[in-house]
T-cell receptor
Framework: GQNIDQPTEMTATEGAIVQINCTYQ??????LFWYQQHAGEAPTFLSYNVLDGLEEKGRFSSFLSRSKGYSYLLLKELQMKDSASYLC??????????WGAGTKLIIKP | GAVVSQHPSWVICKSGTSVKIECRSL??????MFWYRQFPKQSLMLMAT?????????EQGVEKDKFLINHASLTLSTLTVTSAHPEDSSFYICSAREVEYEQFFGPGTRLTVL
């Protein structure tokens, strides 16, 4: 079956670094997405990885290992506004997104 | 990036009435549009996938006669919640895709059924 696993909740301190992990099992694979979702709002796109390696975009970086079915989202220099849910989604052979349940990130001062 | 709009952004209706939600891709042609539902503190749940000019494909457990989807053009899809009940109260989000890459999300519609 198809499955995405990510931690339910994480807590980090303002200014620190946090890594949110995601493992996936899909029928075929056409890339891994990370989305940010603030409470009461729709998700917004953060990153897309289809090749192995690290993609850096400002304070956010995303890593993919296709052989391990593993990705992580790295957030640096955390700010209070980064408090949100982070959704991992894998694109399967039909380009359908298989969604994780989301990781709620709590930032403390 | 591409822009997707939804209308209305929120709606309150009486039980038994029908509600129509519009999803528009503003600056690109969406060959495929998706409708999601999200309950509080839960992740997105895909309800259906619609391709322009063809019938929507519904996910298991989603009643197609209750959630009517029409994708009449490459820029517009509508979701009609028929005979809405309080348990249909939720956050409904559409997304649109031009090619097999990224889904662009609308801002969502919060439906409250009294």
């Amino acid at each position: 079956g198809q499955n995405i696993d990510q931690p339910t909740e994480m807590t980090a301190t303002e200014g620190a670094i946090v890594q949110i992990n995601c493992t996936y099992q899909t029928s075929g694979f056409n890339g891994l997405f990370w989305y940010q979702q603030h409470a009461g709002e729709a998700p917004t796109f953060l990153s897309y990885n289809v090749l192995d390696g690290l993609e850096e975009k400002g304070r956010f970086s995303s890593f993919l290992s296709r052989s391990k079915g593993y990705s992580y989202l790295l957030l640096k220099e955390l700010q209070m506004k980064d408090s949100a849910s982070y959704l991992c989604a894998a694109s399967d052979s039909n380009y359908q997104l298989i969604w994780g349940a989301g990781t709620k990130l709590i930032i403390k001062p | 990036g591409a822009v997707v709009s939804q209308h209305p952004s929120w709606v309150i209706c009486k039980s038994g009435t029908s509600v129509k939600i519009e999803c528009r891709s503003l600056d690109f042609q969406a060959t495929t549009m998706f409708w999601y539902r999200q309950f509080p503190k839960q992740s997105l749940m895909l309800m259906a996938t619609s391709n322009e000019g063809s019938k929507a494909t519904y996910e298991q457990g989603v009643e197609k006669d209750k959630f009517l989807i029409n994708h009449a053009s490459l820029t517009l899809s509508t979701l009609t919640v028929t005979s809405a009940h309080p348990e249909d109260s939720s956050f409904y989000i559409c997304s649109a895709r031009e090619v097999e890459y990224e889904q662009f999300f609308g801002p969502g519609t919060r439906l409250t059924v009294l």
